[in-house]
């Protein structure tokens, strides 16, 4: 027999604990703290578990493989982050911001696959069936042979999926509105959660259908629920983006089978979500060249290289402490390299607003944009506009060096493709200096904060006003 306890579970980092308490001792926050059942199972001591348990086969690891059956798309950009299209068997976790475009891109995925002969189940539990429909409906998906359901009970879902033949594709939207009769407690805790994140990946397991499970995202941008559920999954993937922007950037964050941080470029339409193939003129289509303080920054994302476009504004602060505003870049890491300038180049930034953007809602992450930004910065301090066909790319040490950086001939390509003559980096191997581009190889950055101060013009006096 079993028997319901209680136990009370933090919904926000999935810590259990036996009593309530206000704030949770794991993570920190305050209320939310949630009491739940569970079953727990009467006799299921060593002595029953050890009688029903039988030996696993044990094999070498040397031994023949086989490549991952994939179910392609058709939709390129998707097909790139989840490393050829999706696997047969696998279950994937899609998160992102409300309105980003989640249910709009499956939805077109699912019909791309259903167009293909492929056997499609779309379970929605958030909207009805006739708001699934209207929406296919405007995008132009209305005749596509997708099943659709409103469920939201897990038990009713694995049965419908169970009665029939094994569909190629399950899309579950989304994860938070499930509820199972194994647990009591409300939909969307921890715990209700994490045990229908199991089913339905053990579903996909054993069918060989591939599961996509669509997850909510709290205000910090990371997947509500346990963290648990991501490592349940095969694969985690991030749509990001800014509604104020048409681009869509889906990121992957964990992929067992294919390359990891791989992203896929879309804008937003009227008719749904349209691939980019070519991101970089795209960023770089409204650039503003004659402006100080831009700076094009040539960087990878996954196995692509992309040319992005950095901005920064350095301005006389009224304040006692000046403002630091950072939209798409790690604000820690424009604190090292405003104080790398102040301490090692001599540049007096620091009693200054800084203001630095990432144009077109990117977010990016690699340490070699720390050139690019330093020369942004120089460039709006001096006034002084940097070429319009010059990209740059490196990564700065505390020492006031620019180290070089990885995959510099994918760079140099992107580049020499967009029609760039120039590059400004650390040091390159030899064969990347035959690229056909003018490149300027820096081993400090007070070369190139020199080079850049050196255009100038200082700015006009302040007028009196009266």
Request: glycine content about 12%; hydrophobic content about 40%; proline content about 4%.
């Amino acid at each position: 027999m079993a028997k319901s306890r209680s136990s009370f579970v933090c919904q926000a980092c999935g810590a259990v604990t036996t009593r309530w308490q206000g704030r949770c001792d794991a993570c920190g926050d305050w209320n939310t703290i949630v009491e739940e059942m569970t079953d727990s199972g009467v006799g299921a001591g060593p002595k029953s578990a050890k009688a029903n348990g039988r030996p696993a086969n044990l094999v070498p690891l040397s031994g023949e493989t086989e490549s991952a059956a994939r179910v392609v798309t058709g939709i390129a950009e998707l097909d790139r982050v989840t490393g050829g299209g999706f696997v047969k068997g696998s279950a994937l976790l899609v998160g992102g911001d409300p309105g980003i475009g989640k249910s709009t891109l499956l939805l077109q995925s699912a019909a791309a696959l259903a167009n293909l002969g492929k056997r499609v189940v779309y379970v929605s539990g958030e909207e009805a069936v006739a708001q699934v429909r209207l929406r296919a409906q405007r995008l132009g998906l209305g005749e596509a042979a997708v099943l659709l359901a409103a469920e939201t009970n897990v038990e009713i879902i694995l049965a419908t999926l169970e009665n029939g033949p094994a569909p190629d594709l399950v899309i579950i939207d989304s994860i938070q509105t499930l509820w199972t009769d194994r647990v009591d407690s409300a939909p969307g805790t921890v715990t209700q959660v994490r045990t229908s994140a199991q089913a339905l990946t053990r579903f996909a397991k054993k069918s060989g259908a591939a599961v996509v499970l669509v997850g909510h995202v709290t205000k910090d941008g990371q997947i509500a629920g346990p963290r648990v559920v991501e490592h349940m999954v095969d694969a985690v993937l991030y749509f990001e983006g800014d509604t104020s922007h048409t681009f869509r950037i889906l990121r992957g964050v964990k992929n067992r089978y294919g390359a990891t941080d791989e992203i896929g470029v879309f804008a937003m339409t009227e008719l749904g979500l349209e691939q980019v193939g070519n991101p970089s003129a795209l960023f770089l289509d409204q650039r503003d060249e004659g402006a100080a303080g831009s700076a094009v920054f040539a960087g990878i994302e996954g196995t692509r290289p992309i040319l992005i476009e950095i901005q920064a504004l350095v301005s006389p602060s009224p304040l006692g402490t000046p403002r630091r505003a950072v939209v798409g870049w790690d604000s820690s890491r424009l604190s090292m390299v405003v104080a790398v300038l102040e301490t090692r180049c001599g540049v007096r930034i620091g009693a200054n607003d800084i203001y630095l953007n990432v144009a077109g809602g990117l977010k990016i992450n690699e340490p070699a944009a720390d050139l690019a930004v330093a020369a942004a910065l120089i460039s709006s301090l001096t006034n002084s506009p940097l070429p319009s066909d010059s990209v740059y790319f490196g990564e700065i040490s505390l020492a006031g060096g620019v180290r070089p950086v990885v995959h510099g001939a994918l760079r140099l390509r992107e580049a020499q493709k967009l029609g760039f003559k120039s590059v400004s980096t650390g040091r390159l191997g030899s064969a990347d200096r035959n690229s056909g581009l003018d490149v300027s190889e820096y081993s400090t950055l007070s070369e190139l904060v020199a080079r850049i101060a050196a255009a100038g013009t200082p700015p006009e006096p302040e007028r009196e006003s009266w």
